[in-house]
């Protein structure tokens, strides 16, 4: 089956400091997502993002789909970014994701 | 926004124990998704169901079974708990996950 992976697996960060989280994915898919886990275990849709670059606020998020990789960048980052951060993939319309191991993310004030 | 609601956020069973999980969404969702998380695995997809009575296998239903009766409402249920199924339990509908069950077989 299709492969995701994520690196780095773990990133820490003072507070204001710039990062780029990678998803690399081993075949096509119909869609990709990032998701953000919070401290307390809630998953929070990030981006719907199968190809281009999409926008919101500080986060931006780019996918090469012919090379297949995805990327997630947070700007000046703040304590309340730190949690896991997950990419998922999708193959045909179905809903179902297969999901990469993730990036924990702690920033430090 | 569809709302995702399961209906424990701390269990604690024993090992042997018939357990279930409830996930219940507010809308008229028809794909139904449970997924495990364990530490360094990432998220692992169990069972999932694209319409009432409906289930599929997903890459780790061994232990598992899962029952939809009704549209809104997907259980997921471990026969027979055991220590190894002590893990977080997350539902999805579409693409928005409940809140989860943290569950302990002790």
């Known amino acids: 089956g299709i492969q995701v992976e994520q690196s780095p697996p773990d990133l820490i960060l003072q507070e204001g400091a710039n990062s780029t989280l990678r998803c690399n994915f081993s075949d096509s898919v119909n869609n990709l997502q990032w998701f953000h886990q919070n401290p307390w275990g809630q998953l929070i849709n990030l981006f719907y993002i199968p190809s281009g670059t999409k926008q919101n606020g500080r986060l931006s998020a780019t996918t090469v789909a012919t090379e297949r990789y995805s990327l997630l960048y947070i700007s000046s980052s703040q304590t309340t970014d730190s949690g896991v951060y997950f990419c998922a993939v999708e193959r045909g319309a179905t809903n179902k994701l297969i999901f990469g191991t993730g990036t924990l993310l702690a920033v430090q004030p | ?38 530490p360094g695995l990432g998220l692992r997809l169990i069972y999932f169901s694209y319409d009432v009575k409906m289930k599929e296998k997903g890459d780790i239903p061994e232990g598992y079974s899962v029952s939809r009766e009704k549209k809104e409402r997907f259980s997921l249920i471990l026969e027979s708990a055991s220590t190894n199924q002590t893990s977080m339990y997350l539902c999805v509908v579409g693409y928005t996950f409940g809140s989860g069950t943290r569950l302990t077989v002790v």
């Open chain 2, 1 to 38: 926004d569809v709302k995702v609601t399961q209906s424990s956020r701390y269990l604690v069973k024993r090992t042997g124990e018939k357990v279930f999980l409830e996930c219940v969404q507010d809308m008229d969702h028809e794909n139904m998704f449970w997924y495990r998380q364990d």
